[in-house]
């Protein structure tokens, strides 16, 4: 998950790793001449790595990316095999022009400033949906020639699923919301996640991005890479249920559609998938329910991630994402009579009257 942030230096000069890695741009990685002095921010990632923008050769107005991704904690190796992979497969992704495994740093193609969110919000603010629905329409087509790429990456298993899962009540129910479950509590959460995980782990599997969302994709200039959008994030991709990166681009947690805007543009997502060969099920109305269930996974998940970001890490800024994400998962407890258990929980942990409105 990444955000764009403003393009001021660190406050701590005396970062070792910033002059490793200004040390290691002055020797002209890959043979590429650059200016370590333009060094600048250019994004914030909920991760352990950092990307910063700088200049090429002077009196060339191009400019290039730099990961640092501290390899103790993070995959240099892996990042680089998945954008080869994705390149491939006719994603716009990020040219790796240089690395160094050994320190954690990538030297990679500038994809631009402007995130698909910024986009979309400007566009949406200005009232132009034609706007909003080409973007989409792109991201959709892009998704569907991501999930036809042949892939020897790690399966989204069950156990990967369920700690994910488990982050709901470390995170969100006990650290943000101070509670504790009781025993139904507790035994009615976990029904609703084995239903959740023998829906998931049922679907067919194909290759999936995990976070292809409006933070991680980029508007390109015109005429650039493969077409919009341009994509980022994907080092963590697995092989995974085919609903998944359609969540997570129609369910953001980070700009919220009308349902029934979600409803066509995942209509237009399964018919592309169908005509390009990928495995969905032939019925759009339980393709539909396993979208909404993968979704339900992904939000008790993000809500503890969110949390944690927070409590642990000090990044504030993600509190304020919760309540859509909430949304989210309400509105599923409250269509399926599986999910009681969990509206339940929510209701009590937020004060809301009991109801019932199950409708599937």
């Not at 539909?288 to 979704?295: L, N, Q």
Request: aromatic content about 8%; hydrophobic content about 40%.
């Amino acid at each position: 998950m990444m955000s764009t942030c403003p393009e001021s230096l660190p406050a701590t000069e005396a970062d070792s790793r910033l002059a490793a890695l200004r040390a290691w741009l002055q020797s002209a990685p890959g043979g590429v001449v650059l200016r370590p002095d333009t060094l600048r921010p250019a994004s914030a990632d909920a991760s352990f790595r950092r990307y910063f923008r700088l200049d090429a050769r002077a009196g060339d107005d191009s400019t290039l990316i730099v990961m640092d991704a501290p390899p103790e904690k993070e995959d240099v190796g892996r990042f680089c095999s998945v954008a080869e992979l994705l390149r491939g497969g006719g994603l716009s992704v990020p040219r790796v022009l240089a690395r160094d495994d050994a320190q954690g740093f990538v030297l990679l193609s500038d994809l631009g400033t402007t995130t698909y969110l910024d986009a979309l919000l400007q566009a949406r603010g200005a009232g132009d949906s034609a706007r909003c629905d080409a973007l989409m329409r792109d991201a959709l087509g892009a998704l569907v020639r991501m999930q036809g790429v042949s892939a020897g990456l790690p399966g989204y298993d069950r156990e990967r699923l369920q700690a994910e899962m488990d982050l709901f009540e470390t995170w969100y129910v006990r650290r943000q919301m101070q509670a504790e479950l009781g025993d139904d509590e507790r035994q009615g959460l976990r029904r609703v996640m084995d239903a959740l995980l023998d829906n998931v782990l049922a679907q067919p599997v194909v290759l999936v991005h995990r976070d292809y969302h409006s933070r991680n994709l980029m508007v390109l200039p015109a005429r650039r890479e493969c077409g919009n959008p341009g994509v980022l994030d994907f080092q963590d991709a697995v092989l995974g249920p085919i609903t998944y990166d359609l969540v997570s681009l129609l369910r953001d947690a980070y700009i919220a559609w009308p349902e029934q805007q979600q409803i066509d543009w995942a209509i237009r997502y399964w018919e592309g998938a169908r005509k390009a060969g990928l495995p969905v099920n032939p019925d759009f109305g339980v393709f539909y329910r396993d979208f909404e269930w993968m979704g339900l996974q992904r939000q008790l998940k993000v809500l503890g991630i969110f949390s944690r970001l927070y409590h642990r890490d000090g990044k504030a800024q993600y509190l304020g994402d919760l309540p859509l994400v909430l949304q989210y998962a309400r509105a599923v407890a409250g269509r399926y009579a599986e999910f009681a258990p969990l509206l339940r929980l929510l209701d009590r942990l937020q004060g809301v009257a009991r109801r019932d409105a199950y409708t599937f």
